[in-house]
């Protein structure tokens, strides 16, 4: 079970390079956003934070040295690996599934597009032994270094006071999630207007398009809202017909023998990954209940139009791909069929096409400050490995000089 849930305010990375010393007083929230939940087990300290900043940038934590979790979460493409369809682990071997952002991933309830991970602390181990991730047959290689690296060794030593065998996937785990809960991205132009009351932050087309997105587009009841903050998610999972398509005849001879593989001691978090047909049962694949065959996880909106592609198997290339998904009532070609399992809550929309370009005007409004930059690649992908130093060093720990973001930096 998780740990119980203690609200703290948010560390930022921005609020930790203005000074460490600011730990424990009150810290800016970034508009838009609630304070970021810490298990009480695993509190936040500058040490723990930093320590986690490393452990997720070691490429020595994969079978060949060349991945570490920076590699599909990279800063540089607001912790994705966008344009990737689905991401590249160990000798470029592919999986079946789109890197979602670590940006705000601290709120979720439950972790991967499925849920089939409890906690962030949880979901830090999986990808180290995946397959077609960092590819490492079992944990051991990576307790080896940081038992005896001496930088490892001295920084466990001062953040858990650990040592030697002491030191186990449970540390690493915990440094890694505190970490990750510093990864928090709010202010953006949408925040500045429905937040802050800045009514010259946004254009007139995105309010038009904010009013299509909790009336006519029936958005906001999935890609929630609440009255002081918005994580534009309700952390359930939902069948909106991506992917679902591809398996629909199987499914009555695929879905039960996937779980007698399960029964049999088949290993959800490779199977997913690793089998295209696996991954499309969604949620089913953890729950086992039938009418969540094809159900994912509702994505965070915040930053999305730098994480293109879209959906649990990048398979929309565009916001106004998706909102034509949605449009046609879930399906990506107008005239498909809908699958069997579709959520009662996707029907045909009627959107005008303006009504279309306002919703992804909407979207592109929430892109924070220290991502913006990253627009214009992903909006251009023949420019998306240019170089950018835009937001290079995110370390929160990191002196305020070195951060290339200018001043603006998480
Ligand atoms: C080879 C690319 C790759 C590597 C390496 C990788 N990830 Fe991921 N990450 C993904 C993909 C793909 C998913 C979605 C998988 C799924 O949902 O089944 C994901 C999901 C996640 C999520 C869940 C986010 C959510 O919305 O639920 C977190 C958090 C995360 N990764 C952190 C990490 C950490 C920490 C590491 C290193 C220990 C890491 N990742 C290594 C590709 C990668
Ligand atoms: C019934 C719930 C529901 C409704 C209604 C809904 N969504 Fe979604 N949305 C989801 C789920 C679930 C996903 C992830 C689905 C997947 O990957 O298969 C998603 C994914 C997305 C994504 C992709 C995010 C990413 O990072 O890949 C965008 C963009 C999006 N929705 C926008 C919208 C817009 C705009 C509307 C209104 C026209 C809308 N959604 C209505 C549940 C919903």
């Known amino acids: 079970m998780a740990p119980p849930i203690q609200p703290v305010r948010v560390a930022t990375c921005a609020t930790l390079l203005s000074g460490l010393v600011a730990m424990g007083a009150a810290l800016a929230q970034p508009l838009g956003l609630p304070p970021v939940p810490v298990p009480q087990n695993n509190p936040q300290t500058p040490e723990k934070i930093a320590l986690g900043d490393k452990l997720f940038n070691d490429k020595r934590f994969s079978s060949t040295g060349e991945v570490s979790c920076a590699t599909c979460h990279d800063p540089k493409k607001a912790f994705t690996d966008s344009p990737l369809v689905t991401s590249e682990g160990i000798n470029k071997l592919t999986g079946t599934r789109n890197a979602p952002t670590v940006i705000n991933s601290a709120y979720f309830k439950l972790f991967f597009w499925d849920g089939r991970s409890l906690d962030m602390e949880d979901q830090a181990q999986h990808p180290i032994v995946n397959p077609v991730e960092m590819g490492l047959v079992n944990h051991d290689p990576v307790l080896q270094i940081v038992r005896t690296d001496p930088d490892y060794v001295a920084r466990f030593k001062k953040v858990f006071n650990k040592e030697g065998e002491q030191v186990t996937m449970k540390e690493v785990q915990q440094a890694i999630a505190s970490f990750e809960r510093t990864i928090v991205a709010g202010d953006s132009p949408f925040d500045k207007w429905h937040y802050g009351g800045d009514e010259k932050a946004v254009s007139e087309q995105v309010k038009r398009g904010f009013n299509v997105f909790l009336t006519k587009g029936r958005c906001v009841s ?78 965070t909106l915040r930053n999305v139009a730098v994480t293109a592609p879209f959906m649990h198997d990048g398979s929309l290339k565009t916001l106004r791909d998706v909102v034509e998904h949605y449009n046609n009532g879930g399906v990506t070609k107008k005239d498909d069929p809908v699958n069997d399992f579709l959520s009662g809550g996707i029907r045909p929309l009627n959107l005008t096409d303006a009504e279309i370009s306002d919703l992804v005007a909407f979207m592109e409004s929430l892109t924070s400050p220290q991502f913006a930059a990253q627009k214009a690649a992903s909006a251009n992908p023949a420019s998306c490995n240019v170089k950018t130093t835009a937001v290079a060093n995110v370390s929160p720990v990191a002196p305020a000089g070195k951060s290339a973001s200018g001043g603006e930096g998480m």
Do not use: W
Request: with cysteine; charged share 20%.
């Open 222 to 299: 999935c890609h929630t809202m609440e009255q002081d903050y918005a994580l534009f998610t309700d952390n359930r999972f939902h069948n909106i017909g991506v992917g679902v398509n591809r398996i629909q005849a199987e499914i009555p001879q695929f879905a039960p023998a996937f779980l007698t593989a399960k029964s049999a001691g088949t290993d959800v978090d490779k199977a997913v990954l690793t089998n295209p047909k696996a991954s499309e049962l969604g949620r089913f694949a953890v729950t086992e209940t039938l009418d969540e065959i094809g159900a994912f996880k509702t994505s």
